[in-house]
């Protein structure tokens, strides 16, 4: 096994102005088989949506690092959260993503388990001449250490010693709040239709794109050219509304077109200033998401927000509404899922916009994420070991980055460790840094 030190990897130097990651950390085999253990199979990661097992018998599988698991809504209406392996030999008890069963059989030897994950069934067991030792073991399915809901996004932990999800979550709760409270049911739920794609690099390729504002123009060109187009096409058709036009987001935003927050735990938020107007999904209620929940978080629900909650959810909402899940399958592989979602209870009409614009920009056959998964492995290759290991891709905004929040997420009563705002071109790379001091924290042990 290569040995390094988080010196060796991270070079963190706030005194000096300076940042910078080794290629090792994108590349290196041994690196990516701590990170499995100590961040994916270790400590918090997002494993689905409430609303993906709604009724009793419900399930849908996946994976906390590289241990298959079963979510399962059991007869009584309780989520849980399990091994997906039975007991007997370790085979994989549930091979689809999703379903209603009420009893899950083994493929390999029949053993059954109920939808609350107890064993009710061990094939010929009173003909077995079992040991007294078998029959003191616990045959039900291994519940995972820690399982916890907010706001129907669902997190797991093989780790017991895990701080509880709020703490973990932290501030980044109101960017969450903000999504979720778009719909009038307080329920966000996924868009019928999961998309299934891998790219040849790192896991954290996909981390830093999506809080990386500085390659939209270069990567997405015919992109900005389609909306152009399409700007002078339909300059009568989208009308600017004035309830999104408070004198604050008009007077105060001048010069200001968005910016980063950076958050405890890794989790990061890069947003931008737009105004309310029936371009988006959800104008047809913005009345009403003002006087419910004031101008200022209304206001907040219309602006382009990038949240990462780290190590593996992203929620963007720019283009549409997406929620995007980061599976590492080796040092140069990742899996991506990702879905269209949405506020339950919008109309028709608006699910119908919201869906249009989510292919038009998002997946693999939609006008960006080719785009960026392309940069992505050819970035892989530029990883490769070399005489000048330090990338330089983490020094932008270094020196507008700021302790603390600003007038923009005071409007949440939401207090991020540092913060940057930025007209169009500033385009932050020091956020990027949160990914890795949260990265280097869980690490530290196994790393000298």
């Given amino acids: 096994m290569t040995t390094y030190a988080l010196g060796d990897l991270i070079d963190d130097r706030p005194q000096d102005g ?9 590349a290196d085999p041994d690196i990516y088989e701590l990170e499995m253990q100590r961040i994916f199979e270790g400590g918090w990661v997002f494993i689905g949506l409430a609303t993906q097992a709604e009724n009793p018998n419900d399930y849908f599988s996946g994976f906390i690092g590289r241990v298959p698991i079963i979510v399962s809504r059991d007869g009584q209406g309780m989520l849980r959260c399990f091994v997906n392996a039975c007991p007997h030999k370790g085979v994989r008890l549930v091979q689809k993503k999703c379903g209603n069963a009420s009893r899950h059989v083994c493929p390999y030897h029949s053993w059954t388990f109920d939808s609350a994950g107890v064993n009710r069934n061990i094939k010929w067991q009173k003909s077995g001449c079992y040991g007294a030792g078998f029959d003191e073991e616990n045959h039900d399915l291994a519940q995972v250490a820690r399982f916890e809901d907010y706001r129907g996004l669902l997190f797991a932990s093989l780790n017991l010693d895990v701080p509880s999800l709020a703490d973990y979550l932290g501030e980044a709760r109101k960017l969450i709040d903000v999504v979720v409270d778009k719909s009038p049911e307080g329920v966000l739920e996924l868009v019928p239709g999961r998309v299934t794609f891998t790219y040849a690099a790192n896991w954290k390729m996909q981390l830093e794109n999506c809080s990386d504002q500085y390659h939209f123009t270069s990567t997405h060109p015919s992109y900005v050219r389609i909306l152009e187009q399409r700007a002078k096409e339909q300059v009568d058709e989208v009308v600017q ?3 999104g036009a408070a004198d604050f987001w008009q007077e105060d935003a001048k010069g200001v077109s968005g ?3 950076s958050f405890a735990n890794g989790h990061v938020l890069n947003w931008g200033v737009m105004p309310v107007s029936n371009a988006q999904a959800d104008f047809e209620r913005a009345e009403e998401l003002a006087r419910l929940h004031g101008e200022a978080k209304r206001s907040w629900m219309f602006n382009m927000r990038n949240l990462t909650i780290f190590p593996n959810l992203q929620i963007a909402e720019n283009a ?3 929620l995007r899940v980061i599976r ?3 040092a140069g592989m990742t899996e991506m899922q990702t879905w269209c979602i949405g506020p339950r209870g919008e109309s028709a009409e608006a699910r119908k916009f919201r869906i249009r614009q989510y292919e038009d920009f998002f997946n693999p056959t939609g006008m960006a994420t080719p785009d960026d998964t392309v940069c992505y492995e050819e970035a ?9 290991p330090w990338l330089q891709g983490h020094a932008r905004g270094l020196s507008a980055s700021v302790e603390g929040g600003n007038a923009w997420s005071d409007l ?4 991020p460790s540092r913060s940057v705002l930025a007209d169009a071109q500033l385009c932050d790379e020091s956020v990027f840094a949160n990914y890795y ?4 924290g869980l690490m530290k042990g196994a790393l000298a």
């Avoid at 001091?437 to 280097?440: D, L, T």
């Fill in 437 to 440: 001091r949260a990265w280097a």
């Fill in 380 to 388: 892989q290759l530029g990883m490769a070991r070399q005489e000048r």
């Fill in 328 to 330: 590492p399958l080796g």
């Fill in 412 to 415: 949440l009563d939401m207090h």
């Fill in 241 to 243: 509304s004035s309830i």
């Fill in 259 to 261: 910016g980063t927050m």
């Fill in 18 to 26: 300076v940042f910078r990651i080794n290629r090792a950390l994108f």
């Fill in 320 to 322: 549409s509404s997406q």
